[in-house]
């Protein structure tokens, strides 16, 4: 069993940086797909960003290509997402999310693809 704990949110002006963490509990964990999905209010959830197990691979999605960057240290089972020239349409809670599939060279983007998720940590982007 994983389970994440997502950190690192806040209240910020637009421009500024934040970086989120996705602890993970449970030895798995540097094994598995990563991605982060966020949800703003009265919006569906959407996909942001994911991680290959080993780091081989990162997609982005167009609206956060180039200001995001996803990396993970599977020695301390965290995932980070280092967030650059923040907008006001940034503004979401911010879930973490592990895929089940092991050593996978795994490029997921759905929701339905990940099989653990954190609590959610919430940025606001002030304009």
């Known amino acids: 069993q994983v389970q994440l704990v997502e950190s690192g949110g806040g209240l910020v002006q637009a421009g500024a940086s934040l970086r989120l963490s996705c602890a993970a509990s449970?030895?798995?964990?540097?094994?598995?797909?990563v991605g982060w999905f966020r949800q703003a209010p009265g919006k569906e959830r959407e996909f942001v960003t994911t991680i290959s197990w080993n780091s081989g691979n990162t997609y982005y999605a167009d609206s956060v290509k180039g200001r995001f960057t996803i990396s993970r240290d599977n020695a301390k089972n965290t995932v980070y997402l280092q967030m650059n020239s923040l907008k006001p349409e940034d503004t979401a809670v911010y879930y973490c999310?592990?895929?089940?599939?092991?050593?996978?060279?795994?490029?997921?983007?759905?929701?339905?693809?990940?099989?653990?998720w954190g609590q959610g940590t919430q940025v606001t982007v002030s304009s």
């Open positions: 449970g030895r798995a964990f540097s094994s598995y797909p």
């Open positions: 999310a592990a895929a089940r599939r092991p050593f996978v060279d795994l490029i997921a983007t759905m929701w339905e693809d990940y099989d653990y």
